[in-house]
């Protein structure tokens, strides 16, 4: 049985920190292209960041860029979202899932979720 277990959410002020981490069970970690999404009541579901089986390839939403960085660790069977100076309008549950397509990784695969996600953990920002 395949599980994508987020943790690491909660609430924190403008301008601070937080780091998220997934951990996955029941599939061959590696072999995938991971994602960080993130979903705001009213919104649309986005693609926050993702990242190639190896790390060397990583995109990241626009809006996003330089102030969250997305990390695996392969033997931990482990996917993280640093989160730095963080906004109120990124206050969202966050989701992991693998990729629909591990490769190439790109603008367009990143946003295409594949079959295994994690339940969401909410992000709060306040003001």
């Known amino acids: 049985q395949v599980q994508l277990v987020e943790s690491g959410g909660g609430s924190v002020q403008a301008g601070g920190s937080l780091k998220l981490s997934c951990t996955a069970s029941?599939?061959?970690?590696?072999?995938?292209?991971l994602a960080w999404f993130r979903q705001s009541p009213g919104k649309e579901r986005e693609g926050v960041a993702c990242i190639s089986q190896s790390a060397r390839t990583k995109h990241y939403a626009e809006s996003l860029r330089g102030r969250f960085t997305i990390s695996r660790n392969n033997p931990a069977n482990a996917l993280y979202l640093q989160m730095d100076s963080l906004k109120p309008e990124d206050t969202a549950v966050y989701y992991c899932?693998?990729?629909?397509?591990?490769?190439?990784?790109?603008?367009?695969?990143?946003?295409?979720?594949?079959?295994?996600w994690g339940q969401g953990i909410q992000v709060t920002v306040s003001s």
């Open positions: 029941g599939l061959a970690f590696g072999g995938y292209s």
């Open positions: 899932a693998t990729l629909a397509v591990s490769w190439p990784v790109d603008p367009d695969s990143c946003r295409n979720g594949g079959d295994y």
